[in-house]
């Protein structure tokens, strides 16, 4: 085996590992320097990191590959082409592709997770890849809420605007709202004031609660019948 041939497989094995990080990366750098000027450009490139890394890490077969690239070109597109401070829509299309694309990818880590025979290391962080994409889904949700509606949600009782929430930073700001309400803590700071905006936190609490009931039980199954299959009864007893 080459080194280039060990290096793909290396990578390939521990994909959801690395993905893992990759978000987190986008979640947290940004707030470190937000005030700094290159901050939205290389925001902009990790970002668009995560959605190839994310493609290759479900990308099982020709079919779901020729899908996820069809989805992920506008997405990356609009990545770049949604800059600060242009008109309002070419954010809004920036959140639509990546809604889709976000659903697709979800779909399938959700399918591997289930379909899975054996909790392994990279079971257990696809599992957490889930969760993180599942609240990145929804904040570029209420994103597109807040830029469609207007005062769709407040930022310490205040409206978007008065709060110093720009359409750059906004999306940020939600993915925060977002974990907060797949969670269920509500802290209360950023509230859903029109209708839609609250129908959708309440779609989005209810996902986090079926995802502990479902996809970590799931784990938690498969983890047992393959401590049983491990250790027979009739061995340990021996």
């Not at 320097?33 to 959605?51: C, H, N, Y």
């Not at 997405?75 to 401070?85: D, K, M």
């Not at 954010?91 to 399938?108: K, S």
Request: aromatic share 16%.
């Amino acid at each position: 085996m080459t080194i280039v041939d060990s290096g793909k497989t290396i990578f390939f094995r521990n994909r959801f590992c690395i993905l893992f990080v990759l978000l987190l990366c986008v979640i947290l750098i940004p707030s470190y320097f937000e005030s700094s000027e290159w901050i939205g450009k290389f925001w902009r490139g990790l970002f668009t990191l995560v959605l190839l890394w994310a493609l290759y890490s479900v990308a099982g077969s020709r079919k779901i590959l020729i899908l996820a690239v069809i989805v992920l070109i506008p997405t990356a597109a609009s990545t770049w082409l949604a800059e600060p401070g242009q008109q309002k829509y070419l954010a809004y299309i920036d959140n639509a592709t990546n809604i889709v694309y976000f659903t697709l990818i979800c779909y399938y880590l959700a399918r591997y997770i289930i379909a899975t025979p054996r909790v392994t290391a990279e079971a257990i962080y696809a599992a957490m890849c889930l969760y993180i994409m599942i609240a990145v889904l929804w904040a570029a949700i209420y994103t597109n809420i807040e830029l469609y509606y207007g005062g769709a949600f407040t930022f310490n009782g205040l409206p978007m605007t008065e709060a110093g929430i720009t359409s750059s930073n906004l999306f940020i700001q939600m993915i925060y709202y977002s974990f907060v309400t797949l969670s269920t803590l509500g802290y209360g700071d950023v509230l859903p004031q029109h209708d839609v905006a609250q129908n959708w936190a309440g779609v989005e609490a209810m996902i986090g609660q079926f995802y502990m009931a479902i996809i970590m039980a799931r784990l938690v199954s498969a983890y047992t019948v393959n401590q049983d299959r491990d250790f027979p009864e009739d061995e340990s007893s021996a």
